[in-house]
T-cell receptor, first 114, second 113 residues
Framework: AQSVTQPDIHITVSEGASLELRCNYSYGATPYLFWYVQSPGQGLQLLLKYFSGDTLVQGIKGFEAEFKRSQSSFNLRKPSVHWSDAAEYFCAVGTPTTGNQFYFGTGTSLTVIP | NAGVTQTPKFQVLKTGQSMTLQCAQDMNHNSMYWYRQDPGMGLRLIYYSASEGTTDKGEVPNGYNVSRLNKREFSLRLESAAPSQTSVYFC????????????FGPGTRLTVT
């Protein structure tokens, strides 16, 4: 069965430090991959997506993610975190060749300290 | 352009009561979705509507019904609410079922006592 794993439930970083949030998936073919961000009390907003092509994708708010097929990973990165980045981050996977389903990970909560 | 709107924002129900959550989108999207979000479990798909006139079950459909009223509106009904349905409910839409880039509403926080 397909699945999405975000191994870090909660991460704390200092403002200005770099950030990497991990996402691993289980799927037999190349999935469609997404990162969403959810600010407190808000809905989800799409940060970036990967369908095919260049494995390093750029998103909004200075985020990027890299698809690594050999590691079944799609980690989210940001070189310098801002206090406004504090939020919940969700990785999601679409399965275009197996039932066309869409799965979310359980989320990583990011705290940014001054 | 309001995007995806949901009503109500908050609701408290007693066990056994019924209610309908409303969702509307003004982006002319074909596909609409209902998710529930529970702590530590991410978002789980309840029902979706790939296009006007069609609805399909998602991962956790039990206890819910949906209606795709027209292209804009997709409602979620709880016929007999249970405490296990205490959750935050999100509606989303996408241009079509194969698009995956979903746009989310602000959510409805439901408590069943």
């Amino acid at each position: 069965a397909q699945s999405v794993t975000q191994p870090d439930i909660h991460i704390t970083v200092s403002e200005g430090a770099s950030l990497e949030l991990r996402c691993n998936y289980s799927y037999g073919a190349t999935p469609y991959l997404f990162w969403y961000v959810q600010s407190p009390g808000q809905g989800l907003q799409l940060l970036l997506k990967y369908f095919s092509g260049d494995t390093l994708v750029q998103g909004i708010k200075g985020f990027e993610a890299e698809f690594k097929r050999s590691q079944s990973s799609f980690n989210l990165r940001k070189p310098s975190v801002h206090w406004s980045d504090a939020a919940e981050y969700f990785c999601a996977v679409g399965t275009p060749t197996t039932g066309n389903q869409f799965y979310f990970g359980t989320g990583t909560s990011l705290t940014v300290i001054p | 352009n309001a995007g995806v709107t949901q009503t109500p924002k908050f609701q408290v129900l007693k066990t056994g009561q019924s209610m309908t959550l409303q969702c509307a989108q003004d982006m002319n999207h074909n596909s609409m979705y209902w998710y529930r979000q529970d702590p530590g479990m991410g978002l789980r798909l309840i029902y979706y509507s790939a296009s006007e006139g069609t609805t399909d079950k998602g991962e956790v459909p039990n206890g819910y019904n949906v209606s795709r009223l027209n292209k804009r509106e997709f409602s979620l009904r709880l016929e007999s609410a249970a405490p296990s349905q205490t959750s935050v409910y999100f509606c989303a839409s996408s241009p079509d079922r194969w698009d995956y880039e979903q746009y989310f509403g602000p959510g409805t926080r439901l408590t069943v006592t």
